[in-house]
Nanobody
Framework: AQLVESGGGLVQAGGSLRLSCAASGSTFSINAMGWYRQAPGKQRGLVAAITSGGGSTNYADSVKGRFTISRDNAKNTMTLQMNSLKPEDTAVYYC?????????????????????WGQGTQVTVSS
């Protein structure tokens, strides 16, 4: 499946952006999905994830309460609403599948290899 991210841009601290991910192919609705980001000089990391049906989500502590992930399987799209943006949110943002599984009663989202990544979308937050 091909993944195309959009919606990034330059915004002042405290502002908002809404990122979109458009997926091609027939596997989007069966995969848990995530938004990752990579800042200059840092490793790419998972910031938000959502189960295949959209019923459960998880967020990195750094974005909890500010970011909201959602998906529309009928349209093969996923969004990341980002509010109260901070300069440290500056990064290239990617959408990509994630593994989702239970350990006892805890839902775990983990990175895994699902093939090629998209180009990402640049988010720059000025102070």
């Amino acid at each position: 499946a091909q993944l195309v991210e959009s919606g990034g841009g330059l915004v002042q601290a405290g502002g908002s952006l809404r990122l979109s991910c458009a997926a091609s192919g027939s596997t989007f609705s069966i995969n848990a999905m995530g938004w990752y980001r990579q800042a200059p000089g840092k490793q790419r990391g998972l910031v938000a994830a959502i189960t295949s049906g959209g019923g459960s989500t998880n967020y990195a502590d750094s974005v909890k309460g500010r970011f909201t992930i959602s998906r529309d399987n009928a349209k093969n799209t996923m969004t990341l609403q980002m509010n109260s943006l901070k300069p440290e949110d500056t990064a290239v943002y990617y959408c990509y599948p994630v593994q989702a599984y239970f350990v006892d009663s805890d839902l775990i989202f983990a990175e895994a290899d699902f093939g090629s990544w998209g180009q990402g979308t640049q988010v720059t937050v000025s102070s």
